[in-house]
């Protein structure tokens, strides 16, 4: 029960915030003119609610390995070999983050350049929308961290192999990616790759920092590009 629960939880709160999505585009607190705006403040204000829930159960299921990664952690510690990442044995996480950071937003941006070519963009609209872009990039980042890396990672700790850990993050995080973007198996499998290494980093450098930080530079992309989709 010890490892079910905490995936239980993690699928339960997925659940409850592709509710809380659909939620949010009906009753959307006008702070805007602009409309995907107003949905994201209402559904980022959600989602944090969702990770405080998620943050509570975490701690209850492991409350020592809560408190040892609810921090930046070791950013320079040293991981351990993943090939297929051009991870190699003895890199240090500051060399590994930095790589990843610009190798997974280039893949990012030009998945979702495709997604914005051929359609009537307005890039001027950054220049309104770029405060709310990062502030929605940050809450989104670190909501979805406290539940698919702390929410997970945390609980686990001890009970299971790391590389089952993050297989377990990784599928959770994936399947909760389907409707997202990109969305169905394409927007899973690249969701569950990010979310193995984002478990990898947390694991290893005993600390968010790697995962958050790597998470909201593809959320910045993101959402600014429905931003812009939405806006223009």
Wanted: with cysteine.
């Amino acid at each position: 029960m010890r490892i079910i629960l905490p995936i239980a939880f993690a699928a339960v709160f997925t659940l409850i915030i592709l509710f809380l999505a659909g939620y949010a585009h009906k009753t959307s607190i006008a702070i805007s003119t602009n409309a995907y705006i107003n949905f994201q403040f209402s559904y980022q204000l959600l989602l944090l609610g969702v990770a405080v829930l998620s943050m509570i159960s975490s701690y209850c299921f492991n409350p020592e390995s809560f408190k040892s990664i609810m921090s930046f952690g070791n950013i320079s510690a040293v991981g351990e070999e993943l090939k297929i990442f051009g991870i190699k044995k003895g890199d240090s996480w500051l060399k590994t983050g930095i790589s990843l950071s610009v190798f997974i937003s280039i893949v990012t941006g030009v998945f979702m350049y495709f997604q914005l070519k051929g359609q009537p963009i307005d890039y001027s609209l950054l220049k309104t929308g770029l405060l709310w872009i990062v502030l929605f990039s940050l809450t989104n980042s670190f909501s979805e961290e406290m539940i698919y890396r702390i929410g997970i990672n945390g609980p686990l700790y001890g009970l299971l192999p790391p590389n089952k850990i993050f297989l377990i993050s990784a599928i959770v995080f994936g399947l909760a990616h389907y409707g997202g973007m990109p969305n169905g198996i394409i927007g899973i499998a690249l969701a569950g790759i990010l979310g193995y290494v984002l478990s990898k980093s947390v694991h290893e450098t005993n600390g968010i920092f790697w995962a958050w930080f790597i998470h909201f530079l593809q959320d910045v992309i993101i959402i600014s590009s429905l931003f812009l989709i939405q806006s223009s």
